[in-house]
């Protein structure tokens, strides 16, 4: 029967192992995987300003991008694909809540820099390879 | 109670009921908003209630498991909490820095990184917190006359938990790097450290409810402990399926996801097999029930409804939708509110010297809020495989689909309502025990 030494080993031993493993996978993610997937030389500074205005707004409070966030509020990550440049820059500088459907949005109002901002940072996130996320539907008609 | 200093852990507790009751007061806010009536639009927007409602159940937990702490530490350790002072200082510096934070979601001051939504500058004075916390722990434990591997594995979750607060300080400018890094926080608590906190917590009670010998108890500790590791740290890969990382998460993050409701099995039949084995006359019914039920929910809540989710090619579908809201109210009630249940229901009687389990109110308080929370985790899924179906299998638009789900959201009402009648029964009779007295002292000689 499994003394109580060998239950600490198999404890201490596999949450080592497992943890080296873990690092292992994350050293390359990070070093290679992740900057290839999302093209990170596309980064540019409206870009990083589009993240700023993205965190500090808590867009994610609503919405989700990566399929990351709250439910509240539509998917962002295939925005432009989906919705055109024109439309999102509508949405964004809205003096009004937006509210299609009927469920309302803060109104920004958003400088046009901001929007600019914004707009180059979906532009980023739309070309990020997520492992075919979010999936096309294969039930439309 | 054993130690003086053991009351301590009561201000704990009675802050985890506090915000715990605030924290529901956002979640209707929230549900009200999804079934189309979002009337504190203008001064409590949906970012807001969320970021308040995630949070609160975040400063409550780690409140609960640090009064939690406080209680456990001296009894394993036979002496008193190396200084009360500096638990004092500690505790209202928690408690205002934690009501800064919600106050502060309301006009703006936050970072948009869920569960994260902190900002930076109180993140530092989170980090002074904890650290003055765990030397309180770590001092009291080394310099006790036992060393107990239940003593041990709480603390080690507990240091953990502090360090991996860490890595979601860090600013990137790359969005999947940022999401990365804010799993090792999020996803290494509570699927990896936090668990740690769990185990050692449900082992005490065991041994103390059970009678069983602690040898037996605190091999199994290691053994499950053990588990959930071997599949929780590379389980962490279910969060890196969609985010911009390689592909090799999907296989990774797939078959250790797995596995990870074996842990959640192990602490169960664990458990159960220690209740069955044990003498059965502990006095105190309702701190057991909760213990059995924390171990039952946990499996139900994080382990089955997570792996439902995890599939790699069932969370395609399923991922940033409802289905994720379902699986979080489960998985965090059964784990980590129930544990925090059971410690206050076994704790504030041996502190008040007040024996108030066993009466109506704290059988209405276990029954209705685990009848209304597994209700309202059915409308999370019922909703959330409806917008699965709507949304990314027919394609409608996002806002069609959700006008079709509001039915639900007014199940996850009433299920609500029944949920917070069992919790306001739990916080009645919490109050109801009284302040901790020394007179309740017992002698340990």
Redesign the interface.
Known sequence: M???NQ??L??LG??VV??L??LA??V???SS???K??H?EN?TEA??GG?VL?????????H????????????LTKVIDRRGEAFVKGVLSSKV?WA?????M?AYDFSEKEVNDLIA?FKW?NE????????E????K | MKYKSQKVAYMFFALSMVLLLLQIVYGFIMAFAHAGYDGLHEIIAFNTATATHKNLLVVWLLSGFMGAAYYIIPEEAQRELVSVKLVLIQFWSLAIVGVVAVAGFHVGWWEGRKFLEIPRALDYLVVVNVLLFLGIILVTLFKGKEKTTTAMVLAMGLFFAALLYLPGMIWFDNQSMDSFFRWWVVHLWVEGVWELVMGGILAFLLIKLTGVDRELIEKWLYVIVGLTFLSGILGTGHHYYSIGAPKYWLMIGGIFSALEPLAFLGMALFAFAMYRKGEKNHPNKTALYWTLGTAIMSFAGAGLLGIAHTIPQVNMWTHGTLVTAMHGHLAFWGAYAMIVFSIISYSLPLMTGRKLYDTPGAHYAFWLSNIGMIGMTTAFAAAGVAQVYLERKVGLDFMVSQNALHAHFWVLIGAATLFTIGIIYYVVNFFKHGMPTDEALIDNK
Not at chain 1, 54 to 62: L, V
Not at chain 1, 128 to 135: C, E, K, Q, R, S
């Open positions: 499994l003394s109580k239950a600490r198999f404890f596999g949450t497992f943890f493993i873990f996978l994350s390359n993610t990070v995987g992740i900057p997937k999302t990170s980064i870009v990083v993240k993205f965190d500090e707004n808590n867009c994610m409070g609503c989700t991008i990566f399929g990351e966030g709250a439910y509240y509020a539509p998917e809540p299609l459907h009927g469920r309302k803060v940072f996130v990020v390879d997520l492992n075919g996320f979010p999936p539907p294969d039930l439309k």
